[in-house]
């Protein structure tokens, strides 16, 4: 069921979705289409250089179906072809790097808890993930961005 707005918005949100939506023209066709002119779209996502790409572990244990990380330049080129501007790119690697640092840390100290309600198997699989993913953010193996997109306003 697709979603019709008779009034276009002012701004559009997408954190952490990114890497659920792969097909870059159809996503940009909707945020074009959904915004009024000089409406903003604002989103944040983990990325791989290529598109695609996303480590075996990944696959098979955290994100088994439709998860592909994000890829900035594939994604600006999409841009590119569109009337959406770019209004600012930011690495957002070291807070991604923090953040999962946090999670990891949170997780370990609720260990007990998680162990007894969902078991080992599952605490292990999300340290893994965490832990992974932060040195992943912190050795530059994986990237992280915060992108601004503006339709420009009628002429």
Known sequence: MEYSSPL??????VLGVMEHLPDYPSVLQHFHRL?????????????FREKYSKPTFISRYIFP???SYFCLH????????TPLEVLTVHNDRHNY???????AENLDHAQDEIVRRWGETLYRRFRLYLWGSAQAFLSR???AYRVVLERPGDA
């Open 141 to 143: 193996s994986m990237d």
């Open 35 to 47: 915004l009024k002119p000089g409406g903003r779209v604002y989103l944040d996502a983990s990325a």
């Open 74 to 81: 594939a994604f600006l080129a999409e841009v590119a072809k």
């Open 97 to 103: 790097f923090l953040t999962c640092k946090a999670w």
């Open 8 to 13: 276009p918005y002012d701004a559009i949100v």
């Open 65 to 67: 179906g439709d998860h």
